[in-house]
């Protein structure tokens, strides 16, 4: 897959394109590029998707404290990646983009620069200003411009429409499982281990405390996880504590990412390491004394190793 900056000095054959936020590259994402690929290769053309950065919200909801999404940039490349599309063409998204209206996106991007033959979009795909941009106005413009459009359903689970929000309504929620398989793997965050207070040595379970890479990636509920390490390309199973660690504090502080990985004992401070969420085994719970919650992290320890072994 080629990676653009911008839709300028692209020369492109047969442009087959779909274009959205794709955070996280759910499943429904994936049936939409599937189609886009299928449709390049129909019309002998290539296939293009077309993201954005920063995320939309970030500009249009500047005073917003709570904004998080299920990807990096460099995270959604790697997905997308796997999906077999010819090219990914990112955008600034800036004022000046957000106040472009739906037939002049059409026109000057999609038409004059990427010279689109072919549409391909979601159920429930906004664009333009304001959102104005629905399946509607494509079509009423895609005769004037010479393109061909088609909308996908989108894909449901149960009683539910997999979507972005869906997803990270859910691992806000605890609901990892259901996070898991709309997504179509387990969610996975990435970060650096930093100094941390060495409580959890004193408590026999040395954890590695971890600061995320992106200030804006989604941290899900506070608990305690089965989760997968990587680390340098090799996978150790863990468990993992989010939150306030309450029977520790006597004061409240900072939101902690804590880990300790079984039977290893390499000091891995400043390294880089992913976190890939298996299970979630339990609430945060404050215990009346540092010894009853070392005995909950045995049970949490034994119940991480049967779910990830």
Same mark, same amino acid.
């Given at each position: ?90 955008? +600034? ?10 037939? #002049?996106?059409?026109? $000057? ?97 040395? $954890? ?45 502080? #900072?939101r902690s990412i804590e880990v300790h990985i079984f ?6 401070? #400043? ?26 992290? +045995? ?11």
């Amino acid at each position: 897959m080629e990676v653009h900056k911008g839709s300028g000095n692209l020369h492109l054959k047969n442009p087959v394109v779909t274009m959205g936020i794709f955070d996280g590259v759910h499943r429904g994402h994936k049936v939409i590029i599937d189609r886009l690929v299928s449709k390049a290769k129909e019309l002998n053309g290539e296939s293009v998707v077309i993201t954005f950065n920063p995320h939309p919200r970030l500009i249009l909801e500047s005073g917003s404290a709570n904004i998080s999404f299920l990807s990096t940039l460099e995270e959604k490349t790697s997905l997308l990646r796997k999906t077999g599309a010819g090219h990914l063409i990112v955008m +600034e998204f800036n004022s000046q983009l957000s106040s472009m209206e739906a037939p #002049d996106f059409i026109r $000057t991007i999609l038409i004059d620069r990427i010279g689109m033959k072919h549409l391909i979009v979601g159920h429930d795909h906004h664009f333009g200003h304001g959102g104005s941009g629905d399946f509607r106005t494509i079509t009423k413009y895609s005769k004037s411009f010479n393109f061909t459009v088609e909308q996908l359903p989108g894909i449901v689970d149960g009683n539910v429409t997999i979507s972005s929000s869906l997803i990270r309504e859910a691992l806000l929620s605890g609901r990892l499982d259901e996070a898991n398989r709309w997504l179509g793997y387990n969610y996975y965050l990435k970060g650096r281990v930093v100094e941390g207070s060495k409580i959890g040595r004193k408590l026999g379970f040395p $954890t590695a405390n971890i600061k995320p890479d992106d200030h804006f990636k989604l941290i899900p509920a506070d608990g305690v996880y089965a989760v997968e390490v990587n680390l340098d390309g090799n996978i150790h199973n863990a468990m993992l504590s989010i939150g306030f660690n309450p029977t520790i504090r006597k004061q409240p502080g #900072d939101r902690s990412i804590e880990v300790h990985i079984f039977d290893f004992e390499e000091s891995i401070y #400043d390294r880089e390491i992913e976190i890939v969420f298996r299970f979630r085994l339990r609430n945060e719970k404050k215990f009346n004394n540092e010894k009853e919650l070392a005995g909950q992290m +045995e049970i949490d320890k034994a119940n991480a190793l049967r779910l990830l072994t």
